[in-house]
């Protein structure tokens, strides 16, 4: 099936568990996979409709959002993982590299989630946590997209009120894109900050708040074969695109974020498909379960690596490859998976219509857990 009662999706958690390979190949040598950077417009898309699903199914039910649960329950699932992996390789850094305190300062930045900010100007080198600045616009979205969801409520707006301001949102975001651009903005401002990226964000709420209704005409053969055309094209943009350069940001970077939510779409339709099979299947689901702790292992592994020995690319591969997944496996089972296991359900309140809603939470299992891990 595609999706059970919990909302779990194998199809997104194994295509991100393609992509984290990819960065990961890109970070050991970016002309390997030059066109990797615009794997994080699906990744953001992702996101935004995974999370725009949990918040608006609970709004529908309930009718309000439970902001300080929500982002507990946010903080758990990313931050035990994430301390490990700072502690570990700040250790490393400080015995292994003449001068720690950039890997300080980069490991303070990281654990506050403000990691993008430091790398909006004169950005040359990648810091040992490097790859966490999309973390950090990832919880800057977890902090303001419930609150505005919950400030929409207070205001008693309706499903089209909600979607016509995500879609001003949008369209301010890309006019602001455009305004930097022509105000000689550098490069790093547009892609580390998260001002630049909410397009995509709302483009993947878009999708949760209108799957109901998408559910069933992405079923149709027309539609079906133009989200498969797009998915392809989204996989065309990813080798003839250039994110490294401005004009990524006046065209390139929104066809992306269309072209991403197509091929999500596909991947949560009740129809099957090849990219559907594809990323649903029995190795791609596994290595998208841990591909959180994967995208955490692996910059500071390659920066230790690069710091101290500087190996040939192909070496360096060999040995980040197998070590990354062995930590990742691990810092999966004996962190995350603990951890969500003690994760409280979400608070019992009063449905709006009781009949279809248990007043027992259900107990913790081991899909309940993988639709956390998703989230």
Known sequence: MN?????????????????????????????????????MELFFVISGFLITSIIWRNATKYGKVHLLDFWKRRLLRLYPVLILVVVVCTSLACLLVEDPLPSLKDALATLFYVSNFTKLYDYIFPTIFGQTWSLGIE??????????????????????GVAAALILIALACTLWKIHLINNG????????????????????????????????????????A????????????????????????????????????????????????????LFSTKPSVFFGQRCYSIYLWHWPIIWLLLVTFNPDRLVLLAI????????????????EIPFLAKR??????????PKEVSPTPPPVSETSIRSALAE
């Open 344 to 353: 409280n359900p979400l608070p019992a309140l009063k449905p709006r219509e």
């Open 139 to 160: 919880e800057q979205f977890y902090l303001l997209w419930p609150l505005l969801f919950w400030c929409l409520l207070k205001l008693r707006f309706k499903a089209y």
């Open 185 to 224: 903005a550098p490069w790093s401002r547009l892609y580390y900050a998260p001002d630049t990226r909410m397009d995509a964000f709302v483009v993947g709420g878009l999708l949760a708040i209108y799957y109901p209704y998408l559910k069933e005409w992405c079923q149709r053969p027309c539609p079906h």
């Open 226 to 277: 133009a989200l498969i055309l797009g998915s392809c094209a989204y996989l065309v943009l990813l080798v003839i695109g250039t994110p490294r350069e401005m004009a990524y940001f006046y065209w390139q970077q929104s066809t992306a974020v269309v072209l991403a939510a197509m091929l999500v779409l596909l991947l949560v339709s009740p129809r099957d498909s090849f990219f559907k099979w």
């Open 320 to 335: 980040v490859l197998p070590l990354v997944l062995v930590l990742s496996c691990l810092s999966y089972s004996y962190v």
């Open 3 to 39: 999706r059970n009662q919990t909302g779990y999706y194998p199809s997104l958690d194994g295509v991100r568990g393609w992509m984290a390979f990819g960065v990961l190949v890109a970070h050991i040598h970016l002309p390997w996979f030059p066109g990797a950077m615009i794997l």
